[in-house]
């Protein structure tokens, strides 16, 4: 895409920041009952950049004593899903018999998770859990290692609170879903 931002409009605000808030409150409560005792081998472990805003909030409302790093893997070209996802940032700790936490902004298709679950296997985690802030409803079922979901949207292209298209939007401090103007008004 060349001018994705000329092309794209700011639509219907679907969370917004009191709502991220609370949702960030309910994950971290779910996460502390299912941690408890773990101390520090327990790792939120963020994808990047997405994951940023939410990883942060995430980790000061949890309790349970954890550490953070952060992972990066690509797979999306714009609202463009390109199918491959490569890991382009390692963790900066060993991640050899902790308990990680990976924390992504959205679910959608399953590469990214199930790229970074592979590698995380591979480097003899402990145990590996999946916890994302958004789940696009696509399917019947999401997958049983995905535990931890924010909130389920429909199949909308969203933006905000770390969510990007082309690396535009990420810093406003609620979610919106993002719309063509030829979709707005066909004419
Ligand atoms: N927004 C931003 N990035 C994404 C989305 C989305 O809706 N789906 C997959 N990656
Ligand atoms: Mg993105």
């Known amino acids: 895409m060349s001018a994705p931002n ?16 609370s949702i960030v409150a309910r994950v971290a409560g779910q996460i502390d009952a299912d941690y408890q005792g773990v101390g520090e081998s327990l ?3 963020g994808v990047l950049k997405g ?11 949890i309790q349970a004593p954890h550490q953070i790093d952060l992972i990066g893997a690509r797979s999306y070209d714009g609202t463009q899903s390109t199918g ?3 890991i382009t940032k390692s963790p900066d700790t060993d991640l050899t018999g902790k308990h990680v936490i ?12 199930a790229t970074i679950e592979d590698y995380l296997r591979r480097h003899e985690a402990r145990s590996v859990a999946l916890c994302s802030l958004f789940a696009k409803r696509r399917g019947p079922v999401f997958p049983a290692n995905l535990r931890y979901i924010g ?8 933006v905000g609170y770390g969510l990007d298209c082309d690396e535009a939007w990420r810093h406003l401090p609620y979610v919106a879903v993002l719309t063509s103007p030829s979709i707005a008004d066909p004419s």
């Open 6 to 21: 000329e092309t794209f409009l700011l639509g219907e605000r679907l969370f917004s920041p009191e709502d991220l808030s």
């Open 43 to 45: 790792v939120l472990l």
């Open 51 to 61: 994951a940023l805003y939410f990883l942060s909030d995430l980790s000061r409302r």
């Open 84 to 86: 491959a996802v490569a």
């Open 102 to 113: 990976v924390v992504e902004d959205i679910y959608d298709t399953g590469r990214t998770l």
């Open 151 to 158: 909130a389920e949207i429909d199949d909308r292209f969203i």
